[in-house]
């Protein structure tokens, strides 16, 4: 059976010409796996690989071919395959740009949550994402709720990332240079059935120097 599960997912628009709104999803992250089907569903790859993709007679039937990572553009999808005889892991060598934003203390968010009242947290879907932008100062700006709905919850969340929170991020660096810039951060945060709050960040990889 040709297996359709890429790790990996680069979204492409209509008008990037300088690819600055390209959009890159590890599937193997719980984030970017959940951000990825609420933004855009599910995506159907092709069943079998192309004639012109196969370069190894022996494994012309290539029924055990697996999608290693896939490109979305406005017009195709575009696949990278891996064949039954091929042991080389292409994460390992994927072009990572940067070192990823943190927070220095991030279990602080969920803990502000945590004093939410219960009139605030009523209105509150258990999952929301947000996307901000954090400079190379390591301040937070630009919050929008890209998952889940506006709500008195999200509002209050939103306030405080920028107020209580807008500072203390370690911003993303160049791999090559150490050297700081400003780069896009999604800011996942779940109300789990425990009455814990987990807030987990994205990217863990800075696959474009954008970090969308």
């Known amino acids: 059976m040709f297996l359709t599960k890429p790790y990996g997912i680069s ?3 209509k008008d990037d010409k ?15 796996a959940y951000i990825f089907m609420k933004l855009y569903g599910h995506v159907h790859f092709p069943l079998s690989p192309r004639e012109n993709t196969i370069q190894n007679d022996n494994d012309s039937a290539c029924n055990k071919c697996k999608i290693s990572y896939a490109r979305i553009y406005p017009d195709s999808v575009r696949c990278s395959l891996i064949r039954p005889s091929e042991t080389h892991d292409f994460r390992k060598t994927d072009k990572v740009y940067a070192m990823p934003v943190k927070y220095r203390n991030i279990e602080s968010i969920g803990k502000r949550i945590l004093l939410y009242n219960k009139q605030t947290l009523k209105s509150a879907d258990s999952i929301i994402v947000f996307r901000g932008i954090v400079d190379k100062d390591g301040i937070l700006s630009d919050i929008e709720l890209i998952v889940g709905k506006r709500s008195v919850y999200s509002d209050q969340v939103e306030k405080d990332l920028l107020s209580l929170f807008s500072d203390l991020w370690e911003p993303a660096r160049l ?4 050297q700081a810039y400003p780069t896009y951060i999604k800011i996942y945060i779940r109300l789990n059935r ?3 709050v987990t807030v987990l960040l994205s990217p863990r990889k800075v696959m474009n120097l954008t970090g969308r």
């Open 175 to 178: 791999l090559e240079t150490g």
């Open 11 to 13: 979204v492409y628009f």
């Open 18 to 32: 300088p690819l600055f709104k390209s959009e890159y999803y590890d599937l193997e992250y719980e984030v970017d």
């Open 194 to 196: 425990d009455g814990t």
